[in-house]
């Protein structure tokens, strides 16, 4: 009873009647959809005009851009891969900046084609149509002792944390596409997913005040040495997805959403009844 949900670009924000804005969009807003972002800033000042918060100010909703975000974080200390942009008509040029092998993807698009480049012959061979602000990044083996590749995701809402899911694959580019279903692997996962405490909580928390976001998740894995790499930041991600791939069971998901609406809750100054769930 206490939520609204609109689409842009009309809603109704009158004097009283909105205590938080969460402006809930795909990232990165002001790249994407210009228009929108254009949109949301002015709700979002006259919110602002009457007191009400804001989760993920519409301005940081463009800082996912890897160019952007990787940059950042690894001036804050974090092992980040270096990123460097591509001119289509002079790749060559990234030899300047990037050893053997690489990888291509989209500086803005979320789930783009990837590319892994090892030789000048692959290079050679791409085709730049793939995407729309191509660039370039180191790649970085974490191939875990066992020959298996692990990524994680951490959400975090305001301080608290959650950790979401474990991908673990053969495959070098990790995607719930190519999880591994080993019992031993789905194991793993669900003790990192019940996890009370995710050991790199205080360096992510220090990751997302240096991005200036409220919510986000991280996505991230391990080098051959154990150091923690980020791959990504990503504003207001996907919490839900039936795809079972994604280890979507409610014992993983409805945690989750019980941080997230009691962040909600606290930053629109709404308590919830005693006695009663927030799921």
Known sequence: ??????????????????????????????????????????????????GAAVINPVERLSISRKSVSLPLLSEAGVRTAKVVRVDPRQPERLLDDLTFPFILRDDIVHGCPTQLI????????????????????EFIDTRSPDGFFRKYRYCLFGENGHNRHLIIS???YVHADQRDFAEAHLAEEADFCHAEKNAHHDAFN???????????????????????????PNPFPLLYNPDASYGSSPEFVNPMYQKLLSYLLMKAKIEPKVGSSLI
Request: glycine letters at 4%; charged letters at 20%.
């Open 206 to 232: 220090q990751m997302r005040l240096a991005l200036g976001l409220d919510c986000v998740a991280f996505d991230y894995g391990f080098d051959n040495q154990g150091q923690l790499v980020v791959w990504e």
């Open 1 to 50: 009873r206490h939520f609204v949900l609109a689409r842009l670009p009309g809603f109704d924000v009158s004097a009283n009647n909105v205590s938080l804005m969460v402006p809930w969009l795909q990232d990165p807003l002001r790249d994407l959809w210009p228009q929108k972002y254009v949109q949301a800033s002015r709700i979002q000042a006259r919110c602002l005009a009457q």
């Open 170 to 172: 053969n495959e070098w």
């Open 118 to 137: 090892n030789q000048a012959a692959d290079l050679r061979e791409v085709n730049w149509s793939s995407w729309s602000s191509p660039i370039a990044l």
